[in-house]
């Protein structure tokens, strides 16, 4: 994807407009409970200069890794599964659909009440509430797959890796793009509630510990420090991986 700088001045404006607006909104509104900008970005130059504010986001971003690698995973073998076999998806559509309408805040609790306050439950209570979501946009793709590139894969009786990797990967790269941009945004708020719930450290504990002292610029810092991380990790990587997997309907055109 070509970088455009129309596009990024668009997206810088209008940031600059946002906080525009929320400066004048906490002129008016004079209160603790919005702070204006200048409060916020001096609590976070305090919290970097103490070496918190890296720390926690050092670890909320490991949770997210490994949360969102495992839920991009198995959800993609299932539904990649589901939709190439429909003996099977009509068995366990069922349970899909119970976790995907299973909150996540009962997955969470779940978790930590069978396996303890730790890393595991943390790390899995997330994946669990990613995992349908991804199972069912690969189930999708997988029954959007061309007959004829089937066909022909047979015909050249082509091995399995070499089946996955040319005709299916391919078509499925789009319905993976998707998945992980909608993806990503979940978990990284999940992972902030259950941090909140049960882990002493990452942003989510950060911000339960001001949330109880009532230090909104601490909330509103830690927040704005981990949305301007994914922002750049949305705009630096999963746009990108999106155009690239979208590029074929370009070149059809």
């Given at each position: 994807m070509r970088f455009s700088w129309s596009g990024a001045l668009v997206r810088v404006g209008s940031l600059i407009a946002l906080l525009v607006l929320w400066q004048g909104a906490a002129v008016l509104a004079h209160s603790r409970a919005l702070p204006p900008p200048e409060a916020v970005l001096a609590f976070l130059s305090k919290e970097a200069a103490a070496g918190d504010l890296f720390n926690n986001l050092a670890v909320t971003l490991a949770r997210v890794a490994v949360s969102f690698v495992l839920a991009m995973a198995v959800g993609a073998v299932i539904g990649v599964a589901f939709g190439r076999m429909r003996r099977l998806d009509r068995v366990f559509d069922s349970w899909l659909v119970v976790l995907l309408n299973t909150p996540a805040l009962v997955i969470t609790v779940l978790c930590y009440i069978w396996l303890g306050l730790t890393e595991t439950a943390a790390v899995l209570a997330v994946a669990l509430n990613k995992i349908p979501t991804v199972a069912v946009l690969l189930r999708e793709g997988a029954r959007a797959l061309s007959?004829?590139?089937?066909?022909?894969?047979?015909?050249?009786?082509?091995?399995?890796?070499?089946?996955m990797r040319h005709v299916v990967l391919p078509q499925l790269e789009p319905h993976l793009a998707g998945a992980a941009r909608s993806g990503l945004a979940l978990v990284w708020k999940i992972v902030l509630v259950v941090e909140l719930l049960g882990r002493p450290n990452g942003v989510g504990y950060a911000i339960s510990v001001y949330f109880q002292l009532f230090d909104v610029a601490a909330v509103l810092g830690y927040a704005l420090a981990f949305m301007a991380i994914m922002l750049t990790i949305e705009y630096g990587v999963l746009q990108p991986f999106e155009a690239h997997a979208r590029r074929w309907r370009l070149e059809t055109r």
């Open positions: 007959p004829e590139l089937d066909e022909m894969a047979g015909a050249f009786r082509l091995s399995f890796l070499d089946r």
